[in-house]
Structures are given as structure tokens and as C-alpha cells.
């Protein structure tokens, strides 16, 4: 198909053709809304039909609440449809269990829908995290097949991967089978084109685990400052009730 460049909306990504997979690689929803919500919004204002395919982990009403603050009149995009926003085991799973060919024939049919209703095309996010490891092989061989169609039709698709989940040699496969992918290291979002070289893989690979790394060294240091908090409200108590006895006596005397 022709190549007409869309608005991403994302920072770090310039305007794309048509067909554009990318891959987010996360640590939180905070991840997700910081580059999800410009992302919607783009497609929005320039004639697309948006759909946000989400995981437990953020709610339809944190989206939708999200995407008011930063989006003019967001509640007449809902309010046309024009904007869906789907839990991700009702688009993906039927009597849960995944049909590659069966889901990948929904996405075309639906482009064709909002196509011929008068949209641009179709600007689509997934959240994987209901991909376990039994599933992981078939899920891997489905984005591989997604890479190759989507540039023959009007769509834009963002698929992330939560860092907490996955390990790095299933990173690189899912990168492998995006043409950009998308990471937060050291505060700052970075932007991976793709192909991955054969002779790149071990240095991305131990960047990779840096950030596996890391992400590991905040949860425990979560783990630990919670239980300091903890520790330090439970004598605050025990002061505040040794006082309280203190001052019981004073007041009886």
C-alpha cells in the first residue's frame, strides 16, 4: 500500500507508515499511560479509529480518567465510538484458549469496518500480560505473522511486555518481531530499530538484563522501606502509648 506517514504521538518515535508494529517494554502502568496517552491521543485528532486492548492492570476508569486530562472533548470520542477500550482476555482468548489465525482475522475484519465507516484506519495497542509460558511459542509465531501483514493495510499496533515477566532471550524475541521497540533505561525512553544483527544481541542482551536487574533492585527496595515504615509506625505507637501512660499518672498524682 502507499506509504503515508501517521502521527505517533510518542517522543522518542517520528511519524510512520502504515503498518508500523512496535513493542513497549514496561515496569508499571505509570509506563504505559506516559506513553499510551499521547499515543490514543494522536490518532484521535487525526481521524483513526483507536483500540486500547488492556490487561488487569489498568482499568477501564484509570484510562478513561488518564485520557480526559490530556484530551480535549474525550468524552465525545467515547461517546461516537470511536475509541474502544477492551480487557485483553475477551479480544484474545475464547473459552480461554488463543487462536492465532482466528485473532488475526479480527484485526483485518475490523480495519475493513472502520475503513469503509469513514476512519483513516486503525491505531491499536495490546497489553501481553495474560501471555504465560504455555502459550509464549504460539503467541511469538502470531507476532511474527502480525510483522509481516500489517504493512499491507491502514494500521498502527503497539504490543507491550512487562519487564517484570519476562526474561531477556524472550525480549529479543519479541523485539525481533516488531520493527521498533520501545524501553525505559535509566529514565530516559530509548528507541530500538529492528532488525536486530546477530553480532548486537549480546550487548543488548546484557542491557537488558541491567534493566532486569534494576527492576528487581527497586522491588526489594520497596519490599524493604515498606517494612521500615512499618517497624517505625509500630514504635511510634508504642511511644505514644508509653506516653499516654506517662501522662495518665501525672494527671492521676
Given at each position: ?72 472533548h474525550f468524552d465525545s470520542y467515547m461517546a461516537k465510538n470511536q475509541i474502544e477500550i477492551i480487557p485483553a482476555k475477551e479480544w ?120 532486569e536487574a534494576k527492576t528487581k533492585q527497586l522491588s526489594e527496595s520497596q519490599e524493604k522501606y515498606q517494612k521500615a515504615f512499618e ?23
Amino acid at each position: 500500500m502507499t506509504e503515508i506517514t501517521r502521527k505517533i504521538g510518542i517522543e522518542v518515535l517520528e511519524d510512520c507508515p502504515w503498518g508500523t508494529h512496535i513493542c513497549l517494554f514496561y515496569e508499571n502502568k505509570e509506563d504505559l499511560l506516559e506513553t499510551l496517552v499521547p499515543y490514543f491521543k494522536a490518532g484521535l485528532e487525526n481521524n483513526e479509529h483507536c483500540m486500547w486492548i488492556t490487561s488487569e492492570l489498568l482499568t477501564k476508569d484509570e484510562i478513561v480518567g488518564a485520557m480526559r486530562e490530556v484530551v480535549s472533548h474525550f468524552d465525545s470520542y467515547m461517546a461516537k465510538n470511536q475509541i474502544e477500550i477492551i480487557p485483553a482476555k475477551e479480544w484474545y482468548l475464547i473459552d480461554n484458549a488463543f487462536n492465532s489465525e482466528r485473532t488475526l482475522d479480527d484485526w483485518i475484519k475490523k480495519v475493513d469496518t472502520v475503513v469503509e465507516k469513514g476512519y483513516d484506519g486503525l491505531r491499536i495497542f495490546g497489553d501481553l500480560l495474560w501471555v504465560g509460558k504455555e502459550n509464549w511459542e504460539k503467541f511469538k509465531d502470531y507476532e511474527a505473522e502480525v510483522n509481516e501483514v500489517l504493512p499491507d493495510f491502514p494500521m498502527l499496533a503497539i504490543c507491550s511486555y512487562s519487564l517484570t515477566k519476562y526474561n531477556s532471550k524472550e525480549i529479543i524475541e519479541a523485539m525481533r518481531n516488531h520493527q521498533y521497540s520501545l524501553i525505559r533505561y535509566d529514565g530516559k525512553w530509548e528507541r530500538f530499530n529492528n532488525s536486530i544483527e546477530m553480532e548486537d544481541e549480546y550487548n543488548l542482551e546484557e542491557r537488558i538484563k541491567k534493566v532486569e536487574a534494576k527492576t528487581k533492585q527497586l522491588s526489594e527496595s520497596q519490599e524493604k522501606y515498606q517494612k521500615a515504615f512499618e517497624e517505625v509506625d509500630f514504635f511510634k505507637d508504642l511511644l505514644m502509648h508509653d506516653f499516654n501512660n506517662v501522662l495518665s499518672n501525672i494527671k492521676a498524682s
